[in-house]
């Protein structure tokens, strides 16, 4: 099962509890880690990955939109990704920000 982190503070965020955290969940899935970090918003978020149906790179979190206008982690298989696709939603990987 993947591992998720994430918080949200007032103050500016560092890539220090970011990566601490996500070390801390690296039992959870050691396959891939990543993260996401927007200081002026204050927003952290983390991932590891256990890869069982798609081992590609292509699952690598966090997630963001397009635009960059969402990013995500989770847990979980997407089962419903053609659906998505028919909506048009599309995400690609973020390597940090």
Partial sequence: MCGIAGF????????DPLFTARDRLSHRG?????FFGDSAQGIGLAHTRLAILDVSTLGHQAMASPDGRIVLVFNGEMYNILALYVSHVRFRLSRGR
């Fill in 8 to 15: 949200s503070s007032g103050d500016k965020v560092t890539a």
């Fill in 30 to 34: 050691p396959d891939d880690s990543g």
